[in-house]
């Protein structure tokens, strides 16, 4: 830890740690996630909802170059996993990035960072939430969707009540229902694209140079598809939070963040190049269907729509409950380490309920504001989560940097996952965000989320700074004190 942030840590905060672990590494909390569930998180993570529905709006805005925004954003976090990788291997803890913020920068990092994690994931628990009670409502016309929304927040909340090793196997059984589904769409994808599907014939190259090139909008297009896709990636970070509770922490984060560039590659770019190659980026029925959708319509697979809705629903429900478990294992992370208030720090039966239920409480108060107040209170809400990942980006970065120094002099041992080429890539991953910043300050659309967010964490981190000096005012006092008793 850097002298100002130790200086700046309350002893209390150290107390009942592991031997090499985080301050918070949840000696109270239970190590009920085995290795499979860590697998299949981190494989299952990177396929989400962004996917499936975000990724119409990035074909639209880039066309065939969307692979390529999809190949450069994802470049980029492989950086951000593998910087968080080094870290929570050497430092397995539940505040993950948070606590790595708070031990390289100082406690002001970590409490802003962490609050600000917490409300973006909160806010997304609502948008899941609503987006999968939509779904339902229109599979049975009768009912309203804050029926669904009330059920999905009871059984999740429930299930994340009980015990982690529940959280873990809802995330099992979803992750493979969604690797499933993606894998049988890369493979017949490419027996479309190889021309071995009956009834298709091999497209060649003819979607991706003609309709408009490869470029069809230019730069400006693969620049907005670039946006689009960066915030497609969103939730990967969750597998170092979740590692802290399963018996070998550091085995599972390696294994998590070594196989992060394959999973990407295959997942996201490999089934975008899919879609653009087998039909037309500006075919009615992407922006009608979804992409997804179409291309299996245009493969004449039975029940497409019927069939995407289902996975669709799937990832939804499995963000809604990574989230919930992600919040409030942040936020116990954050009030153990004297962050906030004590009463959320209380661990029963291996879990830290009341985080539970004041982050799923958050949850559904969001949803109340999306009835009361859709296009303001609520709105807001949104504009936060995209921007606010960026910043956590960036934190994780400096962290890094700080930190991988530090270790290389005191417990080289301890780096049992390293950065490729530090410090250069380091360097490369903070300024791929900066440029990402600067993207959404270009784009008026975009602009309004990073002036929120950008508001936000200068509140957290007035905040935190203040806390900061306030607890280092008092050790200073104890310090003389102390002096003065001799």
Known sequence: MNR????ATPAREQAGAAPGAGPDSGSALSNGLKQRHLSMIALGGVIGAGLFVGSREGIAAAGPS????????GAL?????????????????????????????????????GWMYTALLCVAVAAEALGAAGIMAQW??????????????????????????????????FATLKVAAIALFLVLGILAILGLLPGTAAPGTAHLTG????????????????LASVFAYG??????????????PVRGVARAVRTAMWRIALFYVGSLAIIVTVIPWNDASIAKSGPYVAVLDYLHIPAAGQIMNVVILVALLSAMN?????????????????????LLAKVSGGVPRRAVLLCSSFGFLAVLFNIWWPTTVFQWLLNMVGAAT????????????????????????RLVVRMWAFPVLTWVALAGIVAVLLLMLRDESQRIQLLFTGGFGVVLAVIGLLRQRALRGGAEADAEAEAASR
């Open 235 to 248: 939730g990967l970070e969750t597998v170092t939070i979740a590692a802290a509770e399963s018996k070998d």
């Open 66 to 73: 969307i692979v390529v925004a999809y190949a450069v954003s």
């Open 390 to 413: 960026l910043v956590v980006w960036g934190f994780i970065s400096v962290a890094q940097l700080r930190m991988r120094r530090r270790l290389e002099r005191e417990a080289p041992e």
């Open 322 to 342: 990574a989230n919930i478990y992600g919040s409030s294992r942040m936020a116990f992370s954050l009030t153990s380490r004297g962050q906030g208030p004590r």
């Open 4 to 7: 100002t942030s130790s200086s």
């Open 140 to 173: 049975f016309p009768g009912t309203e969707t804050w029926m669904w929304v009330l059920l999905f927040m009871v059984v999740f909340t429930g299930t994340n009540l009980a015990s982690v090793s529940n959280f873990g196997e809802f995330e099992f059984w």
């Open 211 to 226: 309709d408009g090139g490869f470029l069809p909008k230019g730069v400006d297009g693969l620049m907005v598809g670039l």
């Open 77 to 113: 976090v492989m950086l951000i996993m593998r910087m968080l990788g080094e870290m929570s291997a050497a430092n397995p803890a539940s505040g993950s990035f948070s606590v790595h913020a708070e031990r390289s920068i100082g406690s002001w990092a970590g409490f802003t960072a």
